[in-house]
């Protein structure tokens, strides 16, 4: 790919040309990224996509749960935790959880009372921590958090010394970079690159690289599932947000809607259909159930 804001790491994920200091992001996230907006996150959500939300985490459980043979509950960290939704449902659910962050102001915005159960400050800070207090878990939990970091593989590294060794890791990330992506752009039905999205994005991940990434820092990619593939309406005029935003409310609405019918199949119904669309690189995000390779000198 022929774009000089990115370059391309040797285990093929693309990452930032020209990447900020741990000091600038470290101001960027505690100071602007929740407290200005810049990120997803809204002061209220509509009852059907907190329904969404729950819906999305309930049909990851259910991979974790098979993965982990029927174990039940245990204990759960949910690294960049945000608004805290994945620690309220798994809380409900029985597990023992805790967030960390590098702001509590999508905690205190949305689930208030989660916030004894989260620390904040520089997340690599705090997973060494937690290495050195030698905590283990049987699930970790890192939604949308890979691509925001300067050192994808350093955070892998340190996360293997935290899971279990029948643990589970599940990574989620953007679907970006990806071949449907630039025939989009070849065929021009969008005339940019709208994925790269810098400095809140340093690493852009397809399954194929995600899965080298886990490789090379000790973990085996088990399980991997997209979702609803939300760039389709990119194809047609008259649902293209990328040309024209306006279009991106009613987009989203209908691939919430499409989402919770999807649902109503069942989670293993579902989770079939997304594993299809991961295994040809659609959808919109990829999640990827990891678990511990055998040490070496085990």
Known sequence: MDDGRLKRHETGFLQAALMPSADELRAYYAERYYQTGQG???KTYPQAERDYFDLKIAQKAFLLDRLRGGAGSGSFLDVGCGEGFALAW????GWQVEGLDHSSAGIEAMHPDLLPHMRTGDLFALLDEKVSEGQHYD???LTHVLEH????????ARLRGL???DGVLIVTVPN??????????EEKFISRRFWIAL???LAYFDGESLQRVAAETGWACREMVSDFPIDFFLLHEGSNYVEDSTKGPAAHRARIAMELFLGKQGHAVANEFYAALARVGLGRSLTCFMTP?????S
């Open 90 to 93: 798994f809380k409900r659910h």
């Open 199 to 201: 400095p809140d994005h």
């Open 163 to 165: 899971v279990k060794q």
């Open 139 to 141: 699930a970790v939990w």
């Open 149 to 156: 970091v300067r050192d994808p593989l350093g955070l892998f």
């Open 40 to 42: 997803n996150y809204r």
């Open 293 to 297: 390779e055998p040490r070496g000198d």
């Open 176 to 185: 970006d970079g990806s071949t449907y992506q630039e025939m989009l752009l």
